[in-house]
Nanobody, 117 residues
Framework: VQLQASGGGLVQAGGSLRLSCAAS????????VGWFRQAPGKEREFVAR????????YYSDSVKGRFTISKDNAKNTVYLQMNSLKPEDTAVYYC???????????WGQGTEVTVSS
């Protein structure tokens, strides 16, 4: 499986962005797709994930109610709709895929999100 993340950019606080994660290759082997982020000087943190077969979603407390993860099976793409963005959401965002072992071992390149105050 290969993952390609896109959609980052510069936005003002309170604004919105939608990130995309396009998967190719052996996509049938994906169990979950997750979004993670890494802010400057900080460790990478979990943001949200979606189970490919069921669409079940789970969010970190820091984004719950503001971000929505979704998928388009036909396009093999996972989206992260980010609303009410805050400066503390500034980070490089990565998507990653996990197999049935639930280990995120396939990563896309990051897409940078900058939220100005």
């Amino acid at each position: 499986v290969q993952l390609q993340a896109s959609g980052g950019g510069l936005v003002q606080a309170g604004g919105s962005l939608r990130l995309s994660c396009a998967a190719s290759g052996r996509t049938f082997s994906m169990y979950r797709v997750g979004w993670f982020r890494q802010a400057p000087g900080k460790e990478r943190e979990f943001v949200a994930r979606i189970t490919w077969s069921t669409g079940s979603a789970y969010y970190s407390d820091s984004v719950k109610g503001r971000f929505t993860i979704s998928k388009d099976n036909a396009k093999n793409t996972v989206y992260l709709q980010m609303n009410s963005l805050k400066p503390e959401d500034t980070a490089v965002y990565y998507c990653a895929a996990a197999g049935l072992d639930d280990r995120y071992d396939i990563w896309g390149q990051g897409t940078e999100v900058t939220v100005s105050s």
